[in-house]
């Protein structure tokens, strides 16, 4: 039997359990697609009124990207593919139709170097407002059945071939006993099928597309020009190297090494910067994780034979250096995606590494107590002792299985890094629209947040109908700072647009506002409204 704590422990693995529960739930909830690459800003802002219509869309990330769909929907409903024409990189610069008019969708998805898909939906209108066409929006949304796939897939790919080829590499380090090459065999095929399928949904998601399109090409194309596709191509041959190399002890060494540089080639960690050093880091940590998880299973099974004490004496003189290797890039790795604001590490990403080390700490106490407690005796062949630790060993199988399956939710998740440099990104624009009978504007604050601004602003007669006046006079006041109102003088540009350059905002909240519009010679009007500054 096993002593009270690990009786405890294992009863608390439902525990472990319901949290997994809880994080995947709120991982496949719908939500927009989320990925490394953030949105920094676009332009036009979203819901912004033109007068004329925009040579180009900008999208400006924080990291490169490359389209994958570009598509521009009208008022007549027909959308217009715009990917051909756009150019990737950090701002993404898509030409602009000249003859749209109305309101106008762009729905987007892009593809980070990291692997992941980002979308959105970008609305704004020319000259007037006619409606957005039906579910623009909701089409930048991802799907949770196939989020739920998704993870399942990377997740079984994980524990597949992380099990499958690790039991490989340990038979060609210390022998396996022939009842463990069924299961290891068997979970090299299933990694290598999910890692199959995985590429297929990854395209999916990629492109927005339903399973149907699973029969097609697209999905599997779009899924291989990501920087999964090598990874993928790696971890199906590694998992074909450690198959036709059963009797090649050299065959496990590759397989596992083929398997290091393919985690290496995409992901949140690997993409991160400085990726000289961020990839060798990937790749320390998923050989060192591939030879101490691919001990488990044919450890266990060792236990319950005579002749297990050599394998275990191999495998208790190795593992410390595995584990100083994965404990070095782990903390590598978490303080690189971490970043170095704590207030973003409670982020979803922070939340499923924090549940990882939770549980790892459990494994690393259980192992330890392997080592000290149990090994020494069962290699001098006490049964009682090699049963312990046969059980034990597979109470740590279950806790890593845990944490593998807890590593698939990263691909859904924007590490904390990239967190913060959407928090540095200037404020997004805020627009407010106002006016009388006589006359109407749209007036547009850049960044909509204190400190310098641009001011840009459209005006209309009172039919929404763009006017041409002679000038235009900004005032602003704030009562609740008791600043009194200033005004500064509008230039017109050659889009039509006036506006007021390099102006000072001290305050957050509501600022009253108000246009002095000299229409003629002889006329003027005065129109006011409020903006909010969040």
């Not at 991982?27 to 802002?45: D, F, G, K, R, V």
């Not at 024409?85 to 969708?105: C, H, K, M, W, Y």
């Not at 060609?172 to 095929?189: D, Y």
């Not at 690393?364 to 407690?373: P, V």
């Amino acid at each position: 039997m096993l002593p009270p704590a690990l009786a405890a422990l294992r009863r608390g693995l439902s525990g472990w359990l319901s949290l997994l529960a809880f994080l995947l739930a709120s991982l496949l909830a719908p939500a927009a697609a989320q990925a490394h690459a953030m949105l920094l800003s676009t332009s036009p802002a979203d819901e912004a009124l033109l007068r004329t219509p925009p040579p180009h869309l900008i999208l400006k990330f924080n990291e490169p990207v490359r389209p994958l769909s570009l598509r521009l929907t009208g008022q007549e409903g027909a959308a217009l593919d715009l990917t051909s024409g756009a150019s990737g990189g950090a701002e993404l610069r898509i030409p602009f139709p000249p003859d749209r008019n109305g309101t106008q969708v762009l729905s987007w998805r892009v593809v980070s170097d990291d692997g992941h898909p980002i979308a959105g939906a970008l609305l704004f209108s020319i000259g007037e407002i006619t409606g957005a066409a039906s579910g623009a929006r909701e089409a930048a949304r991802a799907d949770p059945a196939l989020r739920g796939a998704i993870w399942a897939a990377r997740a079984l790919t994980l524990i597949g071939l992380t099990l499958g080829i690790g039991g490989a590499l340990f038979r060609a380090f210390a022998g396996t006993p022939p009842e463990a090459e069924a299961p290891i065999r068997l979970l090299t095929l299933i990694g290598m099928a999910a890692s199959a399928a995985f590429l297929g949904l990854h395209g999916l998601d990629a492109l927005g597309l339903g399973f149907s399109a699973l029969a097609s090409r697209a999905p599997w194309a779009a899924g291989w020009s990501t920087s999964f596709g090598p990874t993928v191509a790696l971890g199906i041959l590694a998992g074909a190297v450690a198959l036709a190399g059963r009797r090649r002890p050299a065959a496990g060494w590759l397989a596992a090494g083929l398997l290091a540089l393919g985690a290496a080639a995409s992901g949140h960690a690997a993409a991160a910067a400085p990726q000289a050093l961020t990839r060798p880091l990937v790749a320390g940590h998923a050989l060192a994780l591939t030879f101490w998880l691919g001990a488990l299973i044919p450890l266990a099974l060792w236990m319950r034979r005579e002749d297990g004490a050599l394998a275990l004496g191999r495998f208790s003189g190795a593992i410390p250096w595995a584990v100083v290797l994965l404990a070095g890039t782990g903390f590598g790795l978490a303080a690189i995606q971490l970043g170095p604001d704590p207030a973003l590490w409670t982020s979803p990403y922070g939340l499923i590494l924090a549940a990882k080390l939770a549980i790892l700490a459990l494994v690393f106490a259980l192992a330890a107590w392997n080592r000290l407690a149990l090994t020494r005796p069962a290699l001098a062949g006490e049964a009682r002792a090699a049963a312990r630790l046969g059980r034990s060993i597979r109470l740590e199988t279950g806790l890593v299985l845990l944490v593998l399956a807890l590593a698939a939710g990263w691909r859904f998740t924007p590490p904390p890094r990239a967190l913060a440099d959407l928090a540095a990104a200037p404020a997004p624009a805020v627009t407010t629209h106002f006016g009388t009978g006589e006359a109407m504007a749209d007036v547009t604050f850049t960044p909509g947040s204190p400190g310098q601004i641009g001011v840009e602003i459209l005006p209309y007669d009172g039919e929404m109908i763009p006017a041409e006046p002679l000038g235009i006079t900004l005032g602003l006041a704030h009562e609740g700072h008791g600043l009194n109102r200033r005004t500064w003088t509008a230039e017109r540009g050659e889009d039509g647009l006036w506006r007021v350059e390099k102006l000072i905002l001290p305050h957050r909240g509501t600022w009253s506002l108000d246009l002095e519009i000299r229409l003629t010679r002889f006329k003027r009007v005065r129109i006011a409204g409020e903006i909010v500054i969040p």
